[in-house]
């Protein structure tokens, strides 16, 4: 770490250049990269300072010149800082990852002595376990069942992988291919401490939500948390929300208390826009008090405000990452080319915007662009977006490169937009794609705890982009955790089974019913 020194070793004189003004000098002899101080910047050549200047003006910018060619002219409405040592420009670092060690204590969670049992289903298992790890938790995994190979991949290839691995949650009361011991194996009839899945009602298929129905009824779980998406509070053609006939669903179990919760990966000290609905069932039996729901929001209020918030996701990002020589004679011309389909939807956006055939960031950034991207469809993409943004006088952080030009995701702050399963972002300031362990990052998880070695580039991408948020369910476990009592071992039993056909049934009728009150609202009955 370079030295700093104190006000005593500067002075403020007149400087030695006419007209200049003040001037700072030494007051003594400093050591060899000392740093003087800390400026907000960052390094520009006169090429670009010019651009800037001609868009702002003289009054705007105070820069700090380096040397010859090269200065550091000040970030406008940005908290990214930087420190000046002898030219060199270094980021400053900040604590940013929530100490979730310290959540339950800050709730005055008492866990009982003895390993919790935890249940997963359908991509659940990596990210609650990593959570329950971060928190402190220690757990029984009886089994998980995950539909992504990838997400398999990655359990089995673990040390404290879970003792069953499935591959499907339909079918499995007879039993399933457990990917661990590698033979068939039945389902555990433990009773779990803790259930989670996030086999919501708006994923790829809609049964695995009515098969986590069915575990539930069946071997009643003591906490149970499903994750669902945001468009389940969004209404239905009918007008009615999915959400509301969910938990009809879940409150026909019968004998837990059921509750919805909003949660957002931004609360909780990630810089993500990712927001996600949590169906959160506290069996009767195991309740602190009565209250439960407002107990669990009361928690979530407190944890919101004791974990550290950031909003650059840069300084999450892996500092040590090499992005090679991008010296190269490839340009953008190189890249696999574009679709007439794709052609003619980018001919309309920069028609729409009229930014003509303005190829400015090419020029910028080109060998960058040649070396991280696929097709000059993601090159154009990333272009077009750089020139709306440099006419809206604002700083483009990120852009979602997988999605087509009108519908690409963009973010102006530090936080990414929602990562998704195949989820490509190219960073402006980075100017590179983020790689899969800085998507693991971005979802809460430390790489280094994992044993990754197994699964390629483009498999953690898509695991990083389906798997539960670490620290939105570390802090749902904790506020959960806090209202339910789990001093009791669990047990052996299970209850009277009931089919999928069943489910289906009772859905559509809630359904039905909550369209025909709904309907005869309207006509003011």
Excluded at 40 to 62: I, T
Excluded at 429 to 448: C, D, I, N, Y
Aim: charged share 25%; proline share 5%; glycine share 6%.
């Amino acid at each position: 770490m370079a030295p700093r020194v104190g006000p005593a070793a500067l002075r403020v004189e007149s400087s030695t250049v006419e007209s200049a003004g003040l001037g700072l000098f030494a007051a003594e002899e400093l050591p060899e990269y000392v740093v003087i101080g800390e400026y907000s910047g960052e390094v520009k050549d006169y090429a670009r300072f010019g651009e800037k200047v001609a868009r702002l003006g003289h009054n705007e910018l105070h820069p700090f010149y380096l040397k010859p060619g090269l200065l550091a002219p000040p970030r406008i409405q940005t908290n990214f800082r930087g420190r000046i040592a002898h030219g060199i420009m270094e980021p400053k670092r900040r604590r940013l990852e929530p100490d979730k060690a310290s959540w339950l204590s800050l709730l005055k969670v008492r866990l009982p002595h003895r390993d919790l049992v935890l249940a997963t289903d359908c991509g659940g298992g990596v990210g609650p376990a990593s959570a329950l790890r971060d928190l402190g938790v220690p757990i029984r995994h009886i089994f998980a069942c995950e539909s992504e190979e990838s997400s398999q991949q990655l359990l089995a290839a673990q040390q404290s992988r879970p003792e069953r691995l499935f591959g499907s949650m339909i079918g499995r009361d007879r039993g399933c291919f457990c990917l661990v011991s590698g033979r068939w194996m039945p389902m555990p009839t433990t009773q779990p401490d803790i259930y989670i899945s996030n086999a919501g009602t708006h994923g790829p298929n809609p049964d695995r939500f009515f098969a986590a129905v069915k575990y539930i009824m069946e071997f009643r779980p003591r906490l149970v948390i499903l994750e669902d998406l945001v468009a389940a509070c969004r209404e239905d053609p009918q007008g009615n929300l999915p959400a509301d006939a969910v938990l009809a669903l879940l409150e026909q179990v019968g004998g837990y208390e059921v509750d919805l919760f909003h949660v957002f990966a931004s609360h909780f000290g990630l810089p993500q826009r990712r927001q996600r609905l949590y169906y959160v069932m506290v069996s009767r039996e195991h309740l602190k008090s009565e209250k439960v729901p407002d107990q669990i929001r009361q928690a979530l209020e407190r944890l919101k405000l004791h974990a550290f918030s950031t909003t650059d996701a840069e300084e999450l990002l892996e500092a040590a990452l090499d992005p090679g020589d991008v010296r190269t004679e490839r340009g953008v011309d190189s890249l696999l080319s574009m679709s007439s389909d794709a052609s003619y939807l980018h001919r309309r956006l920069r028609h729409e915007l009229h930014l003509g055939e303005d190829a400015a960031y090419f020029a910028l950034a080109g060998n960058h662009l040649a070396r991280w991207l696929r097709s000059y469809r993601e090159a154009d993409l990333c272009q077009i977006h750089w020139l709306w943004a440099q006419r809206q006088n604002r700083e483009i952080r990120f852009v979602s490169i997988s999605q087509d030009v009108h519908r690409a995701s963009l973010s102006f702050t530090g936080e990414v937009p929602t990562l998704a399963a195949n989820t490509r972002l190219w960073s402006y300031r980075l100017q590179r794609v983020l790689s899969s362990r800085e998507m693991l990052t971005l979802q809460g998880f430390k790489p280094a705890q994992w044993n990754l070695e197994s699964l390629s580039e483009a498999s953690l991408s898509r695991v990083a982009g389906s798997a539960m948020t670490v620290h939105m369910i570390a802090a749902l476990l904790a506020a959960a955790l806090s209202a339910v009592r789990l001093e009791e071992p669990s047990c052996s039993q299970r209850r009277r089974s009931v089919s999928l056909a069943e489910l289906r049934s009772r859905y559509s009728a809630i359904c039905q019913r909550l369209h025909g009150v709904r309907r005869h609202a309207k006509l003011g009955a």
